[in-house]
């Protein structure tokens, strides 16, 4: 044995992987191939802990393929708020749900704020850096969030403890859902550039891309799957090039979401929804918008893709199958149609919005642009709560838009704009 060998055996026998299957094995490899930009002192053991993350909803979107497939079943019966919390400042981003079935929120003046199952504050930690990106849990509970400043800080255990600046163009930091990897580690996104990060913020690769990313980071066909903002996607293994494997030939409304291993789909400008296939690089139509506006992001239910669309004064949740045929039409809302000050019809303009969540049964969950909540269940009925969630009010007493639904332990937590936190529970 060389001693390259023999100092690469040393450093190997000094880490203990904690995880099972072929997440150890996957992280295993990782490692080999990342050890040169990792210190580690062999005298003194580490202990990763690898796997997926724990928790109902631990990154946005629950998933590292976007799904919003909920791990649980979703609320049955009539809904009603279990409780209600108005954090102080504004949400920008949907909150996770971490092992142990606590909550996570980032706030515009970036605080991390911990909500336990009852909704009572367990803990509030001061990240800086201005407004933040979308929080993400790695596989030991480590919360992971990019800053406008384009720092990665780590907090642990309710506290900052390690900070990465990434570089990169400030104006465009922190709005890049970040990758939780089953290693421990985490894969985060600024402006035009990727960077894979170890669980204690070291740099292990960096790439760049021709544009900037747009939307949350995925993981499936072996590779981080980045969508830029003009719809183009890029596939990349760390410590190697990125490689363009398609696009969706426009810019994608919210996000991309997988339907299978190599099927990226996505809402493109309200008109489609355009499937990608990333092993050959082709892109197609799935369903035509027709006479309605599609609302991105999906969620799937493997091919099954459920989905927001307005026409005006009304607004639908979609199923759509893997032909992209209308399996499901359920009116969700109904409000006058806007006109012009001389009484024509106005242009139509998608207010903000926010993608549906879907449990194994088909149950749907859904928030629709003007901040009415409520479920769909799998076999069609429509439940709305009967009072607004978000309203129009301050900051200080939770008021706003809905930013985001998140699938916990019960039921199915709110977001609000104004600062407002809301879980939803069935009867």
């Given at each position: 044995?060389?001693?390259?060998g023999?100092r690469?055996?040393?450093?190997?026998?000094?880490?203990v992987?904690?995880?099972a299957?072929?997440?150890?094995?996957?992280?295993?490899t990782?490692?080999?191939?990342?050890?040169?930009?990792?210190?580690?002192?062999?005298r003194?053991?580490?202990?990763l802990?690898?796997?997926?993350?724990?928790?109902?909803s631990?990154?946005?979107?629950?998933?590292?393929?976007?799904?919003?497939?909920s791990?649980?079943?979703?609320?049955?019966?009539?809904?009603?708020?279990?409780?209600?919390?108005?954090l102080?400042?504004?949400?920008?981003h949907?909150?996770?749900?971490?092992?142990?079935?606590?909550?996570?929120?980032?706030?515009?003046?970036?605080?991390?704020?911990?909500?336990?199952?009852d909704?009572?504050?367990?803990?509030?930690?001061?990240?800086?850096?201005?407004?933040?990106?979308?929080?993400a849990?790695?596989?030991?509970?480590?919360i992971?969030?990019v800053?406008s400043?384009?720092?990665?800080?780590?907090?642990?255990?309710?506290a900052?403890?390690?900070?990465t600046?990434l570089?990169?163009?400030?104006?465009?930091?922190?709005g890049?859902?970040?990758?939780?990897?089953d290693?421990?580690?985490?894969?985060?996104?600024?402006a035009h550039?990727?960077?894979?990060?170890?669980?204690?913020?070291?740099?292990?690769a960096?790439?760049?891309?021709?544009?900037?990313?747009?939307g949350?980071?995925?993981?499936?066909?072996?590779k981080?799957?980045?969508?830029?903002?003009?719809g183009?996607?890029?596939?990349?293994?760390?410590?190697?090039?990125?490689?363009?494997?398609?696009?969706?030939?426009?810019?994608?409304?919210?996000?991309?979401?997988?339907?299978?291993?190599?099927?990226l789909?996505?809402v493109?400008?309200?008109?489609?929804?355009?499937?990608?296939?990333?092993?050959r690089g082709?892109?197609?139509p799935?369903?035509?918008?027709?006479?309605?506006?599609?609302?991105?992001?999906p969620?799937?239910?493997?091919a099954?893709?459920?989905l927001l669309?307005?026409?005006p004064?009304?607004?639908?949740?979609?199923?759509?199958?893997?032909?992209?045929?209308?399996?499901?039409?359920a009116?969700?809302?109904?409000?006058?149609?806007?006109?012009?000050?001389?009484?024509?019809?106005?242009?139509?303009?998608?207010?903000?919005?926010?993608?549906?969540?879907?449990?194994?049964?088909?149950a749907?969950?859904f928030?629709t642009?003007?901040?009415r909540?409520?479920?769909?269940s799998?076999?069609?009925?429509?439940?709305?709560?009967g009072?607004?969630?978000?309203?129009?009010?301050?900051?200080?007493?939770?008021?706003?838009?809905?930013?985001?639904?998140?699938?916990?332990?019960?039921?199915?937590?709110?977001?609000?704009?104004?600062?407002?936190?809301?879980?939803?529970v069935?009867?």
């Open positions: 044995m060389t001693a390259r023999r690469r055996r040393a450093l190997f026998a000094s880490v992987l904690t995880g299957g072929a997440a150890g094995a996957a992280a295993a990782w490692l080999a191939g990342a050890a040169s930009a990792q210190t580690v002192d062999p003194r053991p580490t202990t802990t690898v796997g997926a993350p724990g928790g109902a631990p990154i946005d979107r629950v998933d590292a393929q976007r799904t919003g497939l791990r649980a079943p979703l609320p049955t019966g009539a809904l009603h708020v279990a409780w209600r919390r108005a102080g400042a504004s949400i920008d949907a909150p996770i749900a971490v092992a142990g079935g606590d909550v996570v929120a980032v706030v515009g003046r970036g605080d991390l704020v911990t909500l336990d199952r909704g009572d504050e367990r803990g509030r930690a001061t990240i800086g850096g201005g407004a933040s990106g979308p929080p849990s790695l596989s030991d509970g480590t992971v969030v800053t400043a384009a720092d990665a800080v780590f907090v642990i255990r309710g900052p403890r390690f900070r600046h570089g990169g163009e400030r104006a465009l930091a922190g890049v859902s970040p990758l939780a990897l290693d421990g580690g985490v894969v985060v996104g600024v550039e990727l960077t894979a990060l170890d669980a204690r913020g070291g740099v292990r960096r790439a760049a891309l021709p544009e900037p990313i747009h949350p980071l995925l993981s499936g066909a072996g981080v799957i980045a969508v830029t903002i003009s183009a996607i890029y596939g990349w293994s760390p410590g190697r090039e990125a490689e363009r494997l398609g696009s969706f030939g426009g810019p994608v409304d919210g996000g991309a979401a997988f339907s299978d291993a190599r099927t789909v996505g493109v400008e309200g008109a489609r929804l355009q499937a990608v296939d990333l092993v082709s892109s197609a799935r369903a035509v918008a027709g006479g309605t506006y599609f609302l991105g992001p969620a799937m239910r493997g099954a893709a459920y669309a307005e026409t004064g009304r607004d639908f949740l979609l199923t759509l199958d893997a032909a992209g045929q209308e399996t499901g039409r009116l969700v809302a109904t409000s006058p149609p806007p006109t012009l000050a001389d009484g024509g019809a106005a242009p139509y303009s998608a207010a903000p919005h926010v993608g549906p969540v879907v449990d194994r049964a088909g749907v969950a928030a642009p003007d901040g909540v409520g479920m769909v799998a076999t069609g009925a429509v439940d709305t709560l009072e607004s969630i978000c309203g129009r009010g301050s900051a200080a007493r939770g008021g706003g838009a809905v930013v985001g639904l998140t699938p916990v332990e019960g039921g199915f937590v709110v977001a609000c704009d104004g600062g407002g936190i809301a879980k939803i069935g009867s």
